[in-house]
């Protein structure tokens, strides 16, 4: 990618988390360089953000102002500053209730995009929003539902440009709590996938979504009686928890047309268990996605 310093930046784009920070520079042609950090919205306090943003992008600013707009935990109420959330029915994207960050440098200004909220069931979500806009920029006619698998899995009903409705599952954070913090990280490898224990583990829990403690407990005893391998374990919880997901939202994916957006790895895993149900998904990836929404938000797409 082109060294920013050669460009001239005309703004830059953010998508901050709660464990990470990425960012792009922006000129007239589109993104010319990127950084990133581990400085996600978890390790700071509110006066730890803006030095953490320029520890980044300090080599592309220059003596005038560089507008930054920011999507995801950056504007919990634990982050730089509570942005707003907006109810479903709504377009994923609105340019007009960015919320202004403070910030002390005077080459940039920082403004932070709003979630959306649901009142029944209720439900938030922080940066997927952006994500959804952003493919609704690359597919503009998309009507069907967009699945952001990751710590904590959204599905999204799209029609007619709108958020119709949304639903969070915290599969994510149970795999990681249960593989690294229970009695079964004793018997769970790191890394590795192993197909027949995941597709069988999956079958299971959308048979039987009700028996799913059972099934983890299954896990340790034959790691214990029979040798289970930890990469077929670590497999087979993958394959439960992806099955309570599918078990809880089949309203979202049954007979609909689903777009996965996210890391390549984990969304295969999502597109093996749908290709089991008889869905055939689109794959978006994560940054691409984010970069087309946060441009809608800059009004520059």
Known sequence: MTAASSVSVEWIAADWGTS????????????????ASADGMGRLHPEEFEPALLRLIAPWLTAGVTPVIACGMVGARQGWVEASYRAVP?????????????????????????????????DVMRGEETQVAGALVLNPDYD??????????????????????????????LFSLLSQQSVLRHGIAATGFAPEPF???????????????????????????????????????????????LAATKP?????????IGEAALCGFYA????????????LPAGDATLAGLSK????L
């Open 199 to 245: 597709d069988a583990a999956l079958s299971d829990a959308l048979s039987r979504p009700e028996k799913l403690a059972a099934y983890l407990f299954s896990l340790r005893a034959e790691g214990l009686l029979a040798d289970l391998p930890p990469i077929a374990a670590r497999s087979r919880l993958s394959g439960l928890l992806i099955g309570i997901e």
């Open 90 to 122: 709504c377009t994923p994207a609105a340019m007009d209730m960015l919320t202004r960050a403070p910030t002390q440098d005077k080459r940039i200004t920082v403004h932070i995009t709003p979630g959306l909220s649901q009142i029944r069931p209720a």
């Open 144 to 173: 069907g539902v967009i699945c952001l698998p990751g710590t904590h899995s959204k599905w999204v009903h799209v029609s007619a440009g709108e958020v119709v409705s949304f639903q969070t599952c915290m599969t994510g954070e």
């Open 272 to 283: 093996r268990a749908l290709a089991s149900q008889g869905v055939s998904v689109d794959l």
């Open 20 to 35: 990470h920070l990425r960012v792009t520079a922006m000129a007239a042609a589109g993104p010319v360089a990127t950084a």
């Open 297 to 300: 938000l800059r009004g520059v």
């Open 252 to 260: 979202y994916w049954l007979g609909q047309r689903v777009t996965l």
